[in-house]
């Protein structure tokens, strides 16, 4: 393999969209607020994406320390577990794309304020003690929460922040469907995983609940964002014109017969995938709207 294919594939481009996803919504807000900025939008994304690598590389090191990824797991190709990078490579790899998202986060903090420095702080620590360090919560069942708080909450809010240095309530209101989303893509991933996770004694939310508990949260999730969104865009909390985050709901759809008919890996890889590209299409539309 060349040598920058397997920092792709540890990067896991298919997924980075759950980055961008609250950059779009909180930036969408901004700019119908009337308070956009290009230089704030653009370091903002570039600092989520680089902490959401940061977290996969740190994930696929510390993962392949724990033997979470055996021959037996389901699923793209595992940099170091598979021998491509070795941990010391990848622990650097991890330095690096941090130490480049800490300057946007730098940036950010001049322009707006020091909340973003906290916000950034903590992101950093939750990548890398999601499966790594003494107590990692992924084990425990914590990894959906943690979604939910930093890539819904604390990115939505704080894509809007930088902006201006506020965080109207509108920011709040739509991280939380934003943040039922992209936590949907974990769910997927670990109903995908269950077996392998239950074996390497992973203890995700999804083996806990079983595969049909973990469905129905899926289902739970995915459903609950939509009608969430619908309920703020029509009592006046959100804009209006955020409901029209509402036409990507149809993708659902075949997530959702997915999710619940199939269990061999390369469907599930694909309903993955495609709940990824479900919470781009609902930002985009809920952000065009919001500027709107």
Do not use: C
């Amino acid at each position: 393999m060349s040598s920058l294919r397997p920092w792709l594939l540890a990067a896991r481009p298919a997924t980075l969209w759950a980055s961008v996803a609250p950059v779009l919504v909180g930036s969408g807000l901004a700019w119908g607020e009337g308070v956009f900025r290009w230089d704030a939008f653009a370091v903002a994304l570039t600092a989520a994406v680089l902490i959401n690598i940061g977290a996969n590389f740190a994930n696929d090191v510390s993962d392949a320390r724990r033997g979470a990824d055996g021959p037996a797991r389901i699923g793209p190709t595992r940099a170091v577990a598979s021998g491509l990078i070795s941990p010391r490579a990848m622990w650097a790899g991890v330095a690096a794309v941090f130490g480049l998202a800490a300057l946007g986060g730098v940036y950010l903090a001049v322009i707006a304020g020091w909340p973003v420095l906290v916000i950034g702080a903590a992101s950093l620590l939750a990548a890398l003690t999601y499966t790594g360090g003494p107590f990692p919560y992924g084990y425990r069942a914590l990894g959906e929460a943690a979604v939910f708080v930093f890539f819904g909450l604390a990115a939505t809010v704080g894509s809007r922040f930088v902006h201006d240095g506020t965080a109207p309530a509108a920011a709040w209101l739509l991280a939380v469907p934003m943040g039922m989303l992209v936590t949907a893509i974990l769910v997927a991933n670990n109903i995908r995983d269950l077996d392998t996770d239950r074996d390497a004694g992973k203890r995700t939310l999804a083996v806990l609940l079983g595969r049909q508990g973990a469905r129905g949260l899926f289902v739970g999730l995915v459903a609950g964002a939509f009608v969430i969104l619908g309920v703020e865009a029509a009592v006046g909390g959100v804009p209006r014109g955020a409901a029209l985050g509402l036409l990507a709901a149809p993708l659902a759809l075949p997530v959702v017969r997915a999710i619940y008919g199939e269990t061999a890996g390369p469907a599930l890889i694909r309903a993955l995938q495609a709940t990824a590209r479900l919470n781009l299409a609902a930002a985009l539309l809920t952000a065009v709207g919001a500027a709107l």
